[in-house]
Nanobody
Framework: LEQLVESGGGSVQSGGSLRLSCVASGHQLQYTSFCFAWFRQAPGKEREGVAAMDSDGNISYMDFAKGRFTISHDNDANTLYLEMNSLKPEDTAMYYC???WGMGHYSGGYCSPTAALGELLEVWGQGTLVNVSS
């Protein structure tokens, strides 16, 4: 059974940094490709995508994350990361990682942090809370 477990959230002041981690386990070893994404949901707001990447190296960010956030993946550690810099109070939210594994190549544009991708991904972590104070 595939599982994703996030960590690294916390409370920081505006302008600070955090590094979120998401450890993957339970997936079949014959799966050679993946699509992973970070989403977030602030109180009273809808879930929104943050960043996504696939095993072909395609990476995409939502506009608010460009230049401040970096998504990366360590294959050996089966861990997805989200490095967040220059944090703002509006970044306060529960952050979730989500993903899927496969055996082929993802077509261009599939693994993007959109609401549609969020509906397709079946494996989600429990979330890690990020609180940014002004």
């Amino acid at each position: 059974l595939e599982q994703l477990v996030e960590s690294g959230g916390g409370s920081v002041q505006s302008g600070g940094s955090l590094r979120l981690s998401c450890v993957a386990s339970g997936h079949q070893l014959q799966y050679t490709s993946f699509c992973f994404a970070w989403f977030r949901q602030a109180p009273g707001k809808e879930r929104e995508g943050v960043a996504a990447m696939d095993s072909d190296g395609n990476i995409s960010y939502m506009d608010f994350a460009k230049g401040r956030f970096t998504i990366s993946h360590d294959n050996d550690a089966n861990t997805l990361y989200l490095e967040m810099n220059s944090l703002k109070p509006e970044d306060t939210a529960m952050y979730y990682c989500a993903g899927e594994w496969g055996m082929g190549h993802y077509s261009g544009g599939y693994c993007s942090p959109t609401a549609a991708l969020g509906e397709l991904l079946e494996v989600w972590g429990q979330g890690t809370l990020v609180n940014v104070s002004s």
